[in-house]
């Protein structure tokens, strides 16, 4: 029937279309999980499906992207384990920056979960476990909890990495972390130093410091003196954990 058939050109182009339709076996367009499963694992799936988008929209299946939760599985692992793969915990305190990290998850998480927004709790494990990495960090006490968050997004994993750290029973009988507020209390803050609409330096103060007290040190530090070049500033504007404005 297609012998005769031509291709439709569009400016001596042929133009290809895309169609987004339904999954269905009558269309003979279904997806074997299996293939995806045997490839990146049943976790790799279960938050990837997660991860295209909010529960009440109807998402394209496009594996493209697919790598990128299991990139992140693997960097998870890869916090229990040194470089030569062997398990290796510690049982020091944690730090407050991996605290910090570890009660950003636990409070993002629990309000995802309770207002469905399970694709935005993918993209926070994300940002939580580079920091971790970034910070080396190896804690007990962090990938304890970290794991129990983890469990109703990637239980085989999480089950996996709750009996290496000697846990008994099963992650899923372990209560939900409880979110502390204190942890992500800033210290100090960067202020962004603008000299007439550009920022031209960065300076760290204690979140209580007076604007009085950052204005002064502002206009004695060497880094904006340079850029006065000896004139007297016409207005300085200090937005508390914001930025320091400086107009000449």
Known sequence: DEINTEFV???GKYICGAE???????KYNVVNPDDVVSRFGADTLRMYEMFLGPLTD???WNTNGITGVY?????????????KGDFQVSDAEPTKDELKALHKLIKKVADDVENLSLNTSVS???VCVNELSALKCNKQAVLGELTVVLSSFAPHIAEETWHLLGNAGSVTRAPYPAY???????DSFEYPVSINGKVR????????????EIESSVLASE?????????QPKKIIVVPKRIVNVVL
């Open 180 to 186: 502390n507020a204190s942890y992500l209390v800033e």
């Open 201 to 212: 330096a960065k300076m760290t103060f204690a979140a209580d410091t007076a604007p009085a």
């Open 58 to 60: 109807a998402k394209p």
């Open 71 to 83: 990139n992140f599985l693997r960097k998870y692992w890869r916090l229990f384990h040194t470089e």
């Open 124 to 126: 926070a494990f994300m």
């Open 20 to 26: 987004v339709e339904k999954m269905s076996k009558s």
């Open 9 to 11: 050109l569009e400016d």
């Open 223 to 231: 880094a904006v003196q340079k850029w006065l070049e000896g004139k």
